[in-house]
């Protein structure tokens, strides 16, 4: 069976600090997808990256950085000098590789709040 | 260029009545999905599409019934609404052609209150 755990519920940071966002999944596939989302208080739900399970380089945008490991089936989120911004719902996201359905299958989300 | 629409955004009813939430994409994507967030749950999957009259249960697909006879719409029918379905729906989109188009893309969501 597929799952995904974000463990951390709530997160508070004050603005400037750098927080990471755990994410450990669990498959039986050797080949998937990883996902981000965010859902800022607006609601609707933001594409940030996805990964494939073979490529396990880590990935840098702005102050966005992932890094997917294989071997400890993670693939954590990090965020480098916090904005209020960045205040939102996150979300990790799990799907199996060129099936037929590529369904989702997510994380309850962590809450991170970003104090000015 | 609209995406992917949900409507109504909002919607109150009560139990018993049969409510129907519309998604439209303007993409042509082959895959429509549905999916309910609920605290402590994150999102979890309703039905599915692969493509037009092609549709399959999801995670949670009792009390629900879908249909999409163009590829661009995919409407969710709540048969007879019950307290339990107060949720916040989510419809997403995708190519589904591997690489960029495993990339699921939603709309804004329709928040369901059902009194």
């Known amino acids: 069976a597929q799952k995904v755990t974000q463990a951390q519920t709530e997160i508070s940071v004050v603005e400037k600090e750098d927080v990471t966002l755990d994410c450990v999944y669990e498959?039986?596939?050797?080949?998937?997808?990883l996902f981000w989302y965010k859902q800022p208080p607006s609601g609707e739900l933001v594409f940030l990256i996805r990964?494939?399970?073979?490529?396990?380089q880590n990935e840098i945008s702005g102050r966005y950085s992932w890094n997917f490991q294989k071997s400890t089936s993670s693939f954590n989120f990090t965020i480098t000098a916090s904005q209020v911004v960045d205040s939102a719902v996150y979300f990790c996201a799990l799907s199996r590789y060129g099936g037929a359905t590529n369904k989702l299958i997510f994380g309850t989300g962590t809450l991170l709040a970003v104090q000015p | 260029d609209a995406g992917i629409t949900q409507s109504p955004r909002y919607k109150i009813t009560e139990t018993g009545r049969q409510v129907t939430l519309m998604c439209h994409q303007t993409w042509s994507h082959s895959y429509m999905f549905w999916y309910r967030q609920d605290l402590g749950h994150g999102l979890r999957l309703i039905y599915y599409?692969?493509?037009?009259?092609?549709?399959d249960k999801g995670e949670v697909p009792d009390g629900y019934v879908v249909s999409r006879s163009k590829t661009e719409n995919f409407p969710l029918t709540l048969e007879s609404a019950t307290r339990s379905q107060t949720s916040v729906y989510f419809c997403?989109?995708?190519?589904?052609?591997?690489?960029?188009?495993?990339?699921?893309?939603f709309g804004p969501g329709t928040r369901l209150l059902v009194l």
């Open positions: 498959t039986r596939d050797t080949t998937y997808y």
């Open positions: 997403a989109s995708s190519d589904g052609k591997g690489g960029r188009g495993e990339t699921q893309y």
């Open positions: 599409s692969a493509a037009a009259d092609i549709t």
């Open positions: 990964r494939n399970s073979f490529d396990e």
